[in-house]
């Protein structure tokens, strides 16, 4: 964590460490140089998973979290941004190719937009669907009687 701050300064909000594991919460803008600097200088090789959190009543809702793991070092790196819903968050796709669904899914689930993604669409639900179902505000009984019957022309089961 030492390094990040010397390297990054006052872009890295906040750091801790929990059950061994470094976590910095970092300025959404530098979220591409700092993702950069950690698999080439601090050797975090693997993306393991890229998500977010919907924290519905703070001003910056959403918490996209990215965790990382250095085969070399044996050791895990967690990062998060906060960003508004209105925000895009820098793709990090460019850097680990297995961000490519990753954010595809957050995108998907909660609505972030992920600025630079080569091919931002849904992945899991139909290209036609209204909203985002892991926001906390979202929901989804009306979403699906609406999609069910516009879709497939009958009522839903809920």
């Known amino acids: 964590?030492?390094?990040?701050?010397e390297k990054f300064g006052s872009a890295i909000l906040e750091s801790w460490i929990d059950r061994k594991q470094a976590i910095l919460v970092v300025a959404r803008e530098l979220l591409g140089e700092i993702a950069l600097y950690s698999r080439d200088e601090e050797k975090f090789d693997w993306l393991s998973d890229l998500t977010a959190v919907d924290w519905p009543k703070r001003d910056k809702r959403f918490d996209v979290v990215l965790l990382m793991y250095s085969m070399e070092k044996?050791?895990?790196l967690r990062l998060k941004v906060h960003a508004t819903a209105?925000?895009?968050?820098?793709?990090?796709?460019g850097i680990w190719s297995t961000a490519?669904?990753?954010?595809r899914e957050a995108f998907d689930m909660f609505g972030v937009v992920f600025e630079g993604h080569p091919d931002l669409k849904r992945i899991l639900l139909p290209d036609e669907w209204q909203g985002y179902p892991?926001?906390?505000d979202y929901?989804?009984?009306t979403q699906d009687t609406a999609w069910v019957r516009e879709n497939l022309g009958i009522e839903s089961g809920q």
Do not use: C, F, G, H
């Not at 895009?88 to 796709?93: D, F, G, I």
């Open 86 to 93: 209105d925000e895009r968050v820098p793709s990090v796709q």
């Open 139 to 141: 929901d989804i009984l």
């Open 1 to 5: 964590m030492k390094r990040y701050k």
């Open 134 to 136: 892991l926001r906390k």
């Open 74 to 76: 044996n050791e895990r």
């Open 100 to 103: 490519n669904w990753m954010e």
